[in-house]
C-alpha cells in the first residue's frame, strides 16, 4: 500500500499524513488517511510524487 504525506508549497508544512484517497471537485481537495480521518483543502494539486509518497498543494 502506497500512503502520501501532504504539503503546503509556500512553507513545506504538512497537511495531512498517511493519506490513502484523494478526491478534487473543483478547488476542493477531499484527503482521506487509512484511519478514515478527512479533510477538505482549498487549492490545487500542484505536483504528486509517488515514489516518494509526496503530494504538494497550492492552498489558502
Known sequence: ???ATVYRQNDDSVIFRNVSRIDVDGKKILLRDIMGDERIV???ILMVDLANSIVKLNCE
Do not use: I
Request: hydrophobic share 35%; proline share 0%.
Open 1 to 3: 500500500m502506497c500512503l
Open 42 to 44: 482549498e487549492g490545487t
